[in-house]
């Protein structure tokens, strides 16, 4: 079965930075695209960034220039570098993919970044 299990989410000051990993088993990572989406308290579960099985990247707007979503095939983990982090930052960061022979959805449990005030 596919897992995607998130580490790397804690508190941090504004401006400061984090790096999220995302570690996938039970599907053939390579050719899969992934993606990271975050879920604040209040507001709309937003796709931050994505990177396909090319290497290509997207990036939500509020988010390009400070972040950064890369892959290692080799260890099927894919991270999101978080740099210049700020108090809009604060949410549930969820690791996601689409994959196997009915496309399924599959989503990581979840790692809470806090960015202070």
């Known amino acids: 079965q596919v897992q995607l299990v998130e580490s790397g989410g804690g508190l941090v000051q504004p401006g400061g930075s984090l790096r999220l990993s995302c570690a996938a088993s039970g599907m053939i990572f390579n050719i899969a695209t992934m993606a990271w989406y975050r879920h604040a308290p209040g507001k709309q579960r937003e796709l931050v960034a994505n990177?396909?099985?090319?290497?290509?990247?997207g990036y939500a707007d509020s988010v390009k220039g400070r972040f950064t979503i890369s892959r290692d095939n080799a260890e099927k983990t894919v991270y999101l570098q978080m740099n210049s982090l700020n108090s809009e930052d604060t949410a549930v960061y969820y690791c996601?993919?689409?994959?196997?022979?009915?496309?399924?959805?599959?989503w990581g449990q979840g790692t809470q970044v806090t960015v202070s005030s």
């Open positions: 990177i396909t099985s090319g290497g290509s990247t």
């Open positions: 996601y993919t689409k994959t196997g022979l009915s496309r399924k959805d599959y």
